[in-house]
């Protein structure tokens, strides 16, 4: 067997692949499911109820797709140029840090200033922390997935010992917690009596602008050209190391918005918990939209969607909530297959 | 060839259509035992499509493949090979990081093989390489070897697995003269031995040496079969051409003001290849300079260095009278230079992009394609129509991928991105290589113009036939060494061969290193 390229796929090739792999995933789930004791055909109703069947179940799913898109953001914008930044969890880390820095009391500003200096020195710190392995990268070769993947294990235990020492919350009866931020520090409610804030708005928003930068900017024109033919890209006058660094601050300064949106919008402190993992779903996120920015939005919602759905599917339906994550690494294999049946078709010898 | 041999293969009635091209229209030739079968043809004429069918690759519409006298299936790869069909392609299907011997014996022998077994196939790799005049040790590792080795090596991989018909895809596109009468040698060799051969090849006194027979392609059809005795070089072009495409005449340019000057120029060697070794160049307005030389002796580190994606380690380049400080590929554009890179594949576009995209790939950055970091996408799409109109770009429309154009129009596309730019110095790095003869004489009627309109112009080629008849001064490069430049008609191929092997130059310019 071997596989021969489609030169124009039809649209039910591109369409149908897709749909199949998503039936698959729910066959799979509700096979699961029924192996611990459920009944499998009620997995998928209780799965879309969970997530999208109530006002509070929407709301639960934008809140938990809002950090997936600025790390699927993240990932999009960095593997576009093929810079593997494995980082975001870190970075996202960094956004939330240097928001309870500023944001517990350190600076009295009103709330019109002092939100957008903490987006921004977010933004930084996400940036700075993307730097030293892209720098590494370019100046000495370094892999940037061995990098990005080991800073985010440092960077969490330097969060550990700040949140025991000098963050920790005097007043958190002794959890490594840090303070709340002040009340100026927060992210309104986009709607009266929705918990919905405005980080999902700044997510929808980062996402577009970072469409915008890849159709139409010059910037967006060279990390594509670095990622699809860096040789080329070279030889045109393409200033790859700087077009890599760039990018590298921009995926980080990405990951850090989501780090500030959680604190500042839902949260309100630092914890050790504020992240089950964004940085790395991200990137699943990433794959599942093709790394179209505007896709990024669709499948956070959606990965959002079965975390939601299959955690409340698993409680009415007794089943271990783990569950979600085969769905999730079900879909995922099944999406990328069939992603590559769109392009390719299977002749057999 | 004596009457009443048998036959090895037999092509009948072979029709693909791809779409509404044909790319095989009633295709029917045979093969004898012992018989060399040129196959000659332009690009895009048909021939790769005819070995794709008969490897099975594609799967006809009509037609049979018999491999003495029995039919093979349709569409089964491993058919033609087993039959003891077997292909040394164009580009090597070799791994560089093993031995001699572990290629040959990759996918017959099992990985993990023992030592007895190792050394009768050791036994078999010397005795076949001796028989054959293919030496080559068993032991170097692929990566270490030349050019002229690998295509042994893959030579000799074939008759490891016992061919009786061998077929070389132009098997001397990447090989030195000498090299090439080597392999000629051991064709003579193999057919003495039984062996049949087809060779695929657009050059005609190389086809008129090593063939028998020669079948003619021309848009997918057989337009001739003639025996190699009863026709000439002269016969066989027209055959493959048809009526169209004649050469451009050429008249002498008039050479202006110095634009590139190089004074004792060093650079760094590039892998295996040398790097410039103290050379001095100067290239004028109104003049082509063709770089003759084997390929690997310090083209690709001239190309660089005027290329802008290296800079000189030692001596001056001197540009438009300035001596430069600071050189990279988008001054290079800046400052008026054209680039016609070597691989257009890896290099000169980006094949996922789409023509657009590639038309502005150099100039995107700053007027008239963008303003303060952001595209003009209408504008850069009206460029991409203007070259495709000029250029006689072949394609659906500026949103084409790159990737799907043929060669020759890839080609037009570089050259209208840079022509376009009105350049007072154009780099030809081997502008035609792999064009049919249509693509290739517009490519140069367009450097030719150029070169009329006041441009210098630095002609990169292993073609000796295309600098003598293009170039109005020549140098050699040897070892990364430049010969002094030899004026139009001053040297006969012979005496630029003396050059191009490495001698004629003095011991005290090689020291200047």
């Not at chain 2, 791809?18 to 093969?31: C, I, K, P, Q, R």
């Not at chain 2, 030349?146 to 030579?155: D, F, L, T």
């Not at chain 2, 009468?181 to 060799?189: G, R």
């Not at chain 2, 780099?427 to 140069?444: E, F, K, M, S, T």
């Amino acid at each position: 067997m071997r596989l021969e390229p489609i030169r124009n796929p039809s649209v039910a090739r591109r369409v149908v692949p897709i749909g199949l792999a998503l039936g698959a995933t729910i066959a799979i789930a509700s096979l699961l499911a029924s192996v611990a004791g459920a009944n499998p055909f009620s997995v998928l109703g209780l799965i879309l109820k969970g997530a999208f069947g109530s006002k509070f179940a929407i709301v639960e799913t934008f809140n938990r797709a809002t950090p997936l898109i600025f790390t699927g953001l993240a990932a999009a914008v960095a593997f576009r140029a093929k810079f593997w930044n494995i980082g975001a969890e870190a970075q996202l880390y960094a956004g939330a840090l240097t928001t309870v820095v500023l944001g517990t009391g350190l600076l009295a500003w009103p709330s019109f200033a002092l939100l957008p200096l903490l987006a921004f020195v977010a933004i930084l710190a996400g940036a700075l922390l993307l730097l030293v392995p892209a720098v590494l990268k370019t100046r000495f070769g370094v892999d940037e997935v061995v990098t990005t993947l080991l800073f985010n294990f440092i960077f969490l235990l330097f969060i550990s010992m700040l949140l025991e020492g000098p963050l920790k919350d005097p007043m958190g009866m002794g959890w490594p917690k840090s303070a709340r931020v002040v009340a100026e520090a927060r992210l309104p409610r986009i709607f009266e009596g929705l918990r919905v804030h405005w980080g999902f708005a700044l997510a929808l928003i980062s996402a577009f602008v970072v469409w915008i930068i890849q159709t139409r900017s010059t910037l967006g024109f060279e990390m594509r050209a670095v990622g699809l033919n860096k040789d080329a890209a070279a030889f045109a006058g393409i200033p790859v190391n700087r077009v890599l660094v760039k990018t590298a601050l921009l995926s980080g300064g990405l990951a850090a918005l989501g780090g500030f949106s959680e604190v500042a919008g839902l949260k309100g402190s630092l914890t050790l918990d504020l992240s089950p993992g964004y940085g790395y779903t991200g990137i699943i996120v990433a794959m599942l939209a093709l790394l179209n920015p505007i896709g990024v939005i669709v499948a956070a919602l959606f990965v959002a969607g079965i975390f939601v759905g299959a955690d409340s599917m698993s409680r009415a339906a007794d089943v271990p909530t783990y569950l979600a994550d085969i769905m999730l690494a079900t879909a995922l294999l099944l999406v990328v297959l069939a992603i590559m049946l769109t392009r390719f078709r299977v002749v057999r010898d | 060839m004596t009457q009443g041999t048998a036959e090895a293969l037999r092509l009948s009635n072979i029709t693909k259509r791809f779409g509404d091209l044909t790319a095989n229209d009633a295709v029917s030739f045979s093969v004898d035992e012992g018989e060399v079968v040129a196959l000659l043809g332009e690009n895009g004429a048909g021939k790769t499509t005819l070995m794709n069918i008969l490897f099975g690759q594609y799967t006809p519409d009509s037609g049979t493949v018999e491999v003495f006298g029995e039919t093979l299936p349709a569409g089964n790869s491993r058919a033609a090979l087993d039959a003891g069909v077997g292909m040394v392609h164009q580009h090597f299907t070799l791994a560089d990081n093993m031995t001699v011997q572990e290629n040959i014996t990759l996918g017959v022998r099992p990985l993990l093989s023992l030592g007895l077994e190792r050394a009768a196939a050791r036994k078999r790799i010397v005795e076949l390489s001796e028989r054959f005049h293919l030496a080559v040790s068993p032991d170097a590792r692929v990566g270490s070897l030349s050019v002229g080795e690998r295509q042994r090596v893959e030579i000799l991989k074939a008759l490891y697995r016992d061919v009786r018909i061998l077929i070389l895809d132009e098997p001397t596109a990447v090989l030195t003269p000498q090299e090439a009468d080597d392999l000629f040698s051991t064709l003579k060799q193999a057919i003495a031995n039984g062996l049949s051969v087809i060779f695929i090849s657009h050059k005609l006194h190389e086809v008129m040496a090593i063939a028998d027979r020669v079948v003619v392609l021309r848009h997918g059809k057989v337009v001739g079969g003639v025996r190699t005795a009863d026709t000439d070089t002269h016969a066989l072009a027209a055959m493959m051409m048809g009526s169209q495409a004649e050469p451009p005449e050429i008249a002498p340019g008039k050479a202006g003001e110095a634009l590139v000057e190089l004074r004792g120029v060093s650079t760094p060697d590039i892998g295996n290849a040398p790097g410039l070794k103290a050379i001095d160049l100067t290239l004028y307005a109104g003049q082509i300079c063709g770089l003759a030389g084997v390929s690997g002796n310090g083209q690709a580190a001239l190309a660089d260095l005027v290329g802008g994606m290296q800079s000189a380690a030692r001596g001056e380049m001197i540009l438009y009278g300035n001596v430069l400080h600071g050189w990279s590929a988008r001054q290079a554009v800046h400052n008026g230079i054209a680039r016609i890179p070597e691989d257009r594949h890896k290099t000169g576009t980006i094949a996922d992009f789409d023509l657009t995209e590639n038309a502005i790939l150099e100039r995107y950055n700053g007027a008239p394609f963008s303003r303060r970091g952001w595209l003009d996408w209408g504008r850069a799409r009206r460029f991409a129509e203007e070259i495709i109109e000029k250029f006689d770009v072949r394609c659906p429309g500026p949103e084409t991928r790159i990737r799907l154009l043929s060669g020759g129009n890839m080609q037009k596309l570089i050259l209208g991105r840079v022509l376009e730019a009105q350049p007072r110095i154009i780099l030809a790095n081997q502008p035609v290589r792999g064009l049919d003869i249509g693509a290739v004489n517009y490519v140069h009627r367009q450097l030719l113009d150029a070169r009329d309109r006041g441009a210098a112009v630095l002609l990169i080629s292993e073609d000796l036939d295309e600098i003598m008849a293009l170039a109005d001064v020549i140098h050699v490069i040897a070892d990364g060494r430049l010969s002094p430049a030899f004026g139009r008609g001053e040297m006969t191929p012979a005496e630029l061969g003396i050059w191009m092997s490495g001698q004629g130059f003095g011991a005290g310019s090689y020291h200047a290193a």
